[in-house]
């Protein structure tokens, strides 16, 4: 795989070439980067070309996400607001004399997290993302089950990760389904979306009829919940 970066027409693009068929051209928040994956054998002048004739539609994409609401930065501070499947949380953080740190839920609207004495704010981070992706785990894993035995699709492998530009992926080569760990923040409707979206890849890897079939059969409304999560707020952290 070869990458390199070049100006088209006002914008700078990252063409990545590798052993794919057909080219395509991706718009991503929060700023509108454009990456281009071209056919190794195709020629400069014709990806030239492409991204000039998606012009338009990449200037509306980046418009949009210049648009679109971003989550403020969090200091995991008490008082302070959190989402958990798309619902309010507030923050309680409580010092104690303790060399490990506790999370415990009170009431569907709060949540306590006792930690060491002299914690720094970045420790406070990496335990709160632990936390969550631990829920979104829990939350996903009989979705998973469930949706895969009602497609007759089984992946291989599952898991959670950050990803800056997608909300989910699918190699179905491999059988292995990913899910965004800032899924842990949307509605329990947006995730099962996401689910369902990677599974279907497992019965066709490309967008086409196969596909939609499948999305149409299992979730009649997945445009409009797709179109829900993609304007939901972007993530402070995403560059």
């Not at 949540?111 to 406070?124: C, I």
């Not at 059988?175 to 689910?195: F, G, H, M, T």
Request: net charge positive; with cysteine.
């Amino acid at each position: 795989m070869n990458t390199e970066v070049s100006q088209i027409g006002d914008i700078d693009v990252e063409i990545v070439r590798k052993k794919i068929k057909n080219l395509h051209i991706g718009c991503y928040p929060p700023q509108g980067r454009v990456r281009v994956a071209v056919p190794e054998h195709l020629s400069d002048d014709a990806v030239r070309l492409a991204v000039l004739t998606r012009m338009p539609w990449i200037k509306r994409k980046q418009a949009q996400f210049q648009k679109q609401e971003r989550q403020p930065p969090r200091r995991h501070v008490s008082g302070e607001t959190h989402y958990l499947f798309g619902r309010p949380i507030r923050l309680e953080v409580q010092e104690w004399d303790k060399k490990v740190h506790r999370f415990a839920r009170q009431g569907s609207d709060r949540l306590r997290l006792n930690v060491p004495e002299g914690s720094d704010p970045e420790q406070l981070r990496r335990w709160m993302e632990a936390w969550m992706k631990a829920e979104l785990r829990r939350w996903s894993a009989p979705r998973v089950e469930y949706w895969s035995a009602r497609i007759d699709a089984r992946p291989r492998k599952w898991g959670i990760r950050p990803m800056k530009t997608k909300w989910g992926s699918c190699n179905a080569d491999k059988r292995i389904i990913w899910l965004n760990s800032e899924l842990a923040k949307k509605p329990e409707r947006a995730i099962d979306y996401v689910i369902v979206h990677e599974l279907a890849h497992l019965v066709s890897p490309k967008h086409d009829r196969k596909f939609t079939d499948v999305m149409d059969r299992e979730l009649p409304r997945w445009r409009n919940v797709r179109q829900e999560l993609n304007e939901l707020p972007l993530a402070a952290w995403v560059e």
